[in-house]
């Protein structure tokens, strides 16, 4: 995994794709953490992408970097405990102007049953299951 989370980090943008009835909708973020091991994202629970998550779990995130991209498959379980959020807005604290653990918004989910594929126009795709 920590593969995975170096090129999340060095890449600085992936895009999220959630599920929102048959309708697919992407946006870019940014914000991963490692937690008890395990890979977390952040967002707000009022946002539309919370609300299509707590629907349907099923996401995938896509980046690109110096010629491979990267995409992980799986289900996005939000972790309403404070040391979770405290962890991801620690790793960034540019958040801690709009978020805070004890408010009514900040979510931090992690990724189960996770694939991550990181592909290029050379190389055999490489396969990591976390
Ligand atoms: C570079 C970049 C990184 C972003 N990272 C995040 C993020 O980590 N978490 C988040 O909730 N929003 C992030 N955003 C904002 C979301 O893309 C934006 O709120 C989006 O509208 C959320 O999707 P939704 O409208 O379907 O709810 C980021 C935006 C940009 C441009």
């Not at 896509?62 to 010629?67: L, M, R, S, V, Y």
């Not at 009514?104 to 991550?116: G, M, Q, S």
């Amino acid at each position: 995994m920590e593969r995975v989370v170096k090129f999340l980090k060095e890449a600085e943008v992936y895009y999220l794709a959630t599920v929102d009835g048959d309708q697919p909708r992407v946006r870019p973020f940014g914000t991963v953490n490692v937690f008890e091991g395990k890979l977390y994202i952040q967002t707000g629970k009022k946002k539309d992408v919370s609300k299509q998550l707590h629907a349907n779990p099923k996401a995938e995130i896509c980046a690109f970097k110096n010629g491979e991209w990267i995409r992980v498959a799986g289900e996005l379980v939000s972790d309403d405990r404070s040391e979770a959020k405290v962890a991801m807005l620690e790793a960034y604290p540019s958040l801690q102007g709009m978020y805070s653990a004890d408010d009514d918004n900040t979510e931090v989910l992690y990724f189960k049953n996770a694939t991550a594929t990181i592909s290029s126009f050379t190389a055999a795709p490489e396969v990591i299951k976390f």
